[in-house]
């Protein structure tokens, strides 16, 4: 069974451009969830879908926005870029609603310039 | 805002030697999970010990739960050079509204 799949792995954007991720779940895993990670904050959770519909969200300002389509397939968004915002974004699934195992992708670093 | 605090923060010790870390947390919860991050990867499962259980085990690992303490510790029996990651708790608040809480991890390094 494939794993958590994340796109791209690597990027680097400049300050005020926006950027979109995708993660692709394990087959038949339907929450998934997003989290950031720097030196500084440790990982923090940004949001949580299941079936299509946001389940809970962080503390992140309204730049961070996410969708989950039907086939479970999540993308989160960042507009206008600050530098704070270099980190590795990590996404995780599991076939549940939230407070089982999850299963992390291998992140997408994304730094800004 | 972290949720569970891990200590300590770094540890280093001699391949073949028990490791210990612990964490600690601030509010009720359902379960408390362990998990290891090898350098800019993604994090890897460990163990998963509910709210009423005291103690669980897989393999090498000896997880234990204090819930009088909002406390955790991880025990790996024998380490190896592979064990060498960072290890974090991560929480999910009662009431599951939250999603998991991670703390900020033990770096550990096991040396040959």
């Known amino acids: 069974k494939a794993g958590v799949t994340q796109t791209p792995r690597y990027l680097i954007k400049t300050r005020g451009q926006q950027v979109t991720l995708s993660c692709s779940p394990i087959?038949?895993?339907?929450?998934v969830s997003w989290y950031q990670q720097t030196p500084g904050q440790g990982l923090q959770f940004l949001f949580e879908?299941?079936?299509?519909?946001?389940?809970n969200k962080g503390n992140f300002p309204g730049r961070f926005s996410g969708r989950q389509f039907s086939n479970s397939r999540s993308e989160m968004n960042v507009s206008t870029l600050e530098l704070g915002d270099s980190a590795l974004y990590l996404c995780?699934?599991?076939?549940?609603?939230?407070?089982?195992?999850?299963?992390f992708g291998e992140g997408s670093r994304l730094t800004v310039l | 805002s972290q949720q569970g605090e891990e200590d300590p923060q770094a540890l280093s010790i001699q391949e073949g030697e028990n490791a210990t870390m612990n964490c600690s947390y601030k509010?009720?919860?359902?379960?408390l999970q362990w998990y290891r991050q090898n350098s800019g990867r993604g994090l890897v499962h460990l163990i998963l010990?509910?709210?009423?259980?005291r103690e669980k085990h897989s393999g090498r690992l000896r997880v234990t739960l204090d819930t009088s303490k909002k406390s955790s510790s991880l025990l790996i029996t024998a380490s190896r050079a592979a064990d060498t990651a960072s290890y974090f708790c991560?929480?999910?608040?009662?009431?599951?509204?939250?999603?998991?809480?991670f703390g900020k991890g033990t770096h550990l390094i096991i040396q040959p």
């Open positions: 087959s038949g895993h339907r929450s």
């Open positions: 010990i509910r709210s009423n259980e």
């Open positions: 995780a699934s599991s076939w549940g609603a939230s407070g089982g195992e999850l299963f």
């Open positions: 991560a929480t999910e608040p009662g009431g599951g509204a939250d999603g998991l809480t």
């Open positions: 879908y299941f079936s299509e519909t946001q389940r």
């Open positions: 509010t009720s919860i359902n379960n």
